[in-house]
């Protein structure tokens, strides 16, 4: 999708904020951590033949920016997240998540989260 303000970029895995709890397939997520390490193997949703190895597909991810910083949310991805989980315990370092960052506001968010969204700030 190409978006007005949508930039591709690299963001830690610790600063993408992830407010709903996942439903997951764990052989899903196994096939993704082997996929980061150069390794691919296909599942139930993904063939052997889409798979570039030592990268999985881009993670929509909501920017916000208030008060001089910069907070990540995603609301997607949710296999791709622990699979990037599993790579830090693997290599020990920060991994960073390949994103789609959309532009977003608050009032954005409270589309998704209701009230709540304030807390998160």
């Given at each position: 999708m190409n978006a007005p303000g949508?930039?591709?970029?690299?963001?830690?895995?610790?600063?993408?904020r992830r407010p709903i709890p996942p439903v997951l397939d764990h052989q899903k997520i196994e096939a993704m951590l082997s996929t980061l390490l150069g390794v691919p193997m296909a599942?139930?949703?993904?063939?052997?033949?889409?798979?570039?190895?030592g990268q999985l597909p881009?993670?929509?991810?909501?920017?916000?920016?208030?008060?001089?910083k910069n907070y990540y949310f995603a609301?997607?991805?949710?296999?791709?997240f622990q699979a990037y989980d599993r790579l830090k315990?693997?290599?020990?370092?920060e991994p960073m998540v390949r994103c789609r960052?959309?532009?977003a506001t608050r009032?954005?968010?409270?589309?998704?989260?209701?009230?709540?969204?304030?807390?998160?700030f």
């Open positions: 949508v930039r591709e970029l690299e963001v830690p895995l610790s600063e993408i599942s139930a949703t993904c063939a052997i033949e889409n798979i570039t190895p881009q993670v929509d991810v909501f920017l916000v920016k208030e008060n001089g609301f997607g991805g949710c296999h791709r315990l693997v290599n020990t370092k960052v959309f532009p009032k954005t968010l409270r589309v998704y989260l209701g009230s709540s969204v304030d807390s998160m």
